[in-house]
């Protein structure tokens, strides 16, 4: 319970009652002169106090700052303010600053035509101010709710300042704030309960602190939601709710359990802290994680469909009738310890990865996205550019679009998204290849195992020399052994030259004859022979004959699977065949290679 504030020890700046002055309290009472009189409302005589109660009518302007009301008192106030139409009090400006309410403060159903203003007020039992109407300013800032509060089905059509206030238990169950509401700095030592609130303006809860519970459930935001920097000791349910703007949750610190269902624009969770488990369902929202710390298993899921009420039925979502996409994008996860983290079906083409912590250990469940290369072919000064499909990494964009030769397609930084290169971006490519391949998903763990090795190419200070020429080399031949359809065609041209090389310099025009010559001994006897073939001859005349040429698709068949035909070739024609027994073997292996990596699991 909210202890009762000490009173100052300096007057108030209003002309004050000052009964009861102590050495301990050398100010006395606080409550401001009724006009008319030296005393507040509570010291006036019974006769002055009458005769100024039945002088009020409803929508009266009241002041009484300071004064101290018993429940009988404030009861008393209020009947001559009951509209005879409504029987409901209706006051105009009520001024209760510093006021102290000793018994039940009962504002319930009363509309405050103009400004209420309970600045530094103290409510040392229960306060009811439902449902009341307040037409005009609402001031709270700096209040003590020692008791149950609750506002159930309360209007501000004006501004709600509830600013470093402290509760007790406080309920705003069904409360319509029409214009900015804050509580800022305030702190909830008990329950505090925002279910089915609507926010039409700005909503800040900035610093505030909630010491217990914290309900949300169903609650609408059109403005931007500001929670930042505010603590949530016990478990806190957020939603589901609907923010037509912001959810700012940035350096808010989570003590117990959460859960958040909710519809948003943006949610702003930089350098958060969440101290246990959390569940984030989330629908339309960007999400900024920039430097939160989660200490243990935190989830962040895509929902598909819109949030079921306590009653089953669907929780409307006017303020997003207009976008028919609900997808969950994640700005990013920089600075972040990803061990604990787990996404489901989030999007993440314009998500910052670079200083995330144990990347290798994220956890990726469901559909997630991430961006792509920039479709068909692209033209760089005079020669053509085609980028095969592959997933990649906004900073790989980035990096891209910020070089002087890129074409168009890539996207460029967002502002404050910082510059990073190819040596940074080969250990992020490198830490997702990883959580793919411990998700046993091997084709999807090559498009990242493809970006390592471009960063690795691009890298002129980590990289040396020789490796990249060997890394251009591999993804000349084959995409890094990616993609077979490049070792294909390289495969095919080779075979190609090889015919063409064979038809017109290693197949001789006739294949060599054997010759047998021997000597027969003079009166019989045994005959020894020698069998001679002649060396082939260089082609001659036509050479690209049908003949040749399906001698040649012969030799080089052979050549690709390794073996050697029995044909005779030229000197030339040997050479050409030992050179392509090396290297059509290697193009053939590199696209079985590339095929497997696309295919296994």
């Not at 250990?361 to 980028?387: D, I, M, N, Y």
Request: proline content about 5%.
């Amino acid at each position: 319970m909210p202890q009762p504030p000490s009173p100052p020890r300096t007057p108030p700046e209003w002309p004050h009652c000052g009964r009861g002055t102590s050495p301990e309290d050398p100010v006395g009472c606080r409550g401001i002169h009724v006009r008319g009189h030296s005393a507040c409302l509570a010291h006036l005589t019974d006769s002055d106090r009458d005769a100024y109660l039945t002088g009020l009518t409803p929508g009266a302007d009241i002041n009484h700052s300071g004064t101290s009301f018993s429940e009988s008192l404030l009861d008393a106030l209020l009947v001559p303010l009951l509209d005879p139409a409504t029987r409901r009090p209706r006051l105009g400006n009520a001024v209760f600053e510093s006021a102290v309410f000793t018994g039940d403060a009962k504002f319930d159903a009363a509309t405050f035509s103009g400004d209420a203003r309970f600045e530094e007020a103290t409510f040392r039992e229960g306060a009811w101010f439902g449902p009341a109407t307040f037409r005009g300013y609402a001031g709270f800032e700096g209040a003590t709710f020692m008791g149950h509060t609750t506002f159930f089905s309360a209007i501000f059509l004006g501004e709600a300042h509830f600013m470093s206030v402290a509760f007790d238990t406080a309920e705003f169950v069904s409360v319509a704030f029409m214009s900015d509401a804050t509580f800022a700095f305030t702190i909830f030592e008990a329950d505090a309960r925002f279910g089915l609130a609507t926010f039409t303006g700005n909503a800040s809860f900035r610093s505030a602190t909630f010491e217990r519970d914290a309900q949300f459930e169903s609650a609408t935001f059109t403005g931007n939601a500001d929670f930042r920097s505010t603590t949530f000791e016990r478990a806190v349910s957020l939603g589901p709710l609907v923010c037509a703007g912001r959810v700012h949750l940035s350096r808010a610190v989570f003590g117990g359990p959460v859960t958040l269902s909710l519809a948003a624009r943006r949610l702003e969770c930089q350098r958060t802290r969440w101290s246990a488990t959390a569940e984030l369902r989330l629908r339309y929202a960007t999400v900024d994680f920039a430097h939160a710390v989660f200490e243990y298993p935190l989830t962040i899921a895509a929902e598909v469909g819109s949030f079921a009420l306590s009653d089953g039925q669907p929780m409307a979502e006017p303020a997003f009738a207009s976008t028919p996409n609900a997808a969950v994008r994640v700005a990013s996860l920089r600075g972040v310890d990803a061990a604990h983290l787990v996404l489901a079906d989030v999007d993440l083409s314009e998500c910052l990865f670079t200083g995330t912590v144990h990347l290798d250990q994220l956890g990726l469940e469901g559909a997630c996205s991430f961006a792509k290369v920039p479709s068909r072919t692209r033209w760089r000064r005079w020669h053509p550019l085609r980028f095969t499909e592959r997933r990649t990494l906004a900073e790989e964009h980035h990096w891209r679009a910020n070089r002087p030769t890129a074409p168009q397609g890539w996207n460029v930084a967002v502002f404050g998204a910082g510059h990073v290169g190819p040596a940074q971006l080969a250990a992020v490519y490198r830490a997702l290849r990883k959580t793919f391949e411990d998700g046993k998903n091997e084709p999807g763990a090559a498009d990242f195992y493809y970006g390592e090795m471009e960063m690795r190419r691009h890298d002129h200070t980590g990289t040396k020399r020789a490796e990249r020429g060997l890394l251009c080399s591999y993804w000349l031949l084959s995409g890094y052994g990616l993609r077979a359809s490049r070792a294909l065609g390289w495969l095919a041209a080779a075979m190609l030259i090889t015919i063409v090389l064979l038809m017109g310099f290693g197949i001789p025009n006739d294949d060599p004859k054997q010759e047998a010559t021997g000597t027969m001994p003079r009166g019989g006897g045994a005959v020894t022979l020698e069998v001679h073939k002649a060396d082939p001859r260089e082609p001659t005349g036509d050479r690209f004959t049908g003949e040749r040429f399906e001698k040649a698709l012969n030799v080089t068949l052979n050549s690709v699977v390794f073996r050697s035909a029995d044909q005779d070739l030229t000197t030339s024609g040997t050479y050409i065949e030992m050179t392509s027994r090396i290297t059509e073997p290697i193009l053939l292996g590199l696209a079985a290679l590339a095929t497997r990596n696309r295919v296994k699991r």
